[in-house]
């Protein structure tokens, strides 16, 4: 009996703390503006050769210069 009345209060606990962490909707919804520069050594200096709206398209722009010769970074703006 003691074990029943416990085992229900410890599923009702964790039932309750599992819904309070789960994000609200104005939370969820929340968009992420990030950009990402792509920069490349040119001498003694970076310059920035691209923005870009995701990480895959810095990515790929990045593998392009490397392939060329060029040092690279990607920044997050």
Do not use: D
Not at 13 to 20: P, Q, R
Not at 37 to 60: D, I, K, P, S, T
Request: glycine content about 6%; hydrophobic content about 45%.
């Amino acid at each position: 009996m003691i074990r029943k009345l416990v085992l229900s209060a410890v599923i009702a606990t964790a039932t309750l703390t599992g819904l309070s962490l789960t994000p609200t909707a104005a939370e969820a919804a929340a968009p992420l503006h990030r950009r990402f520069e792509v920069l490349v050594e040119c001498g003694r200096c970076w310059e920035v050769r691209g923005v870009y709206h995701n990480r895959f398209e810095a990515e790929r722009a990045a593998h392009h210069f490397r392939h060329e010769g060029f040092r690279v970074q990607i920044r997050e703006c």
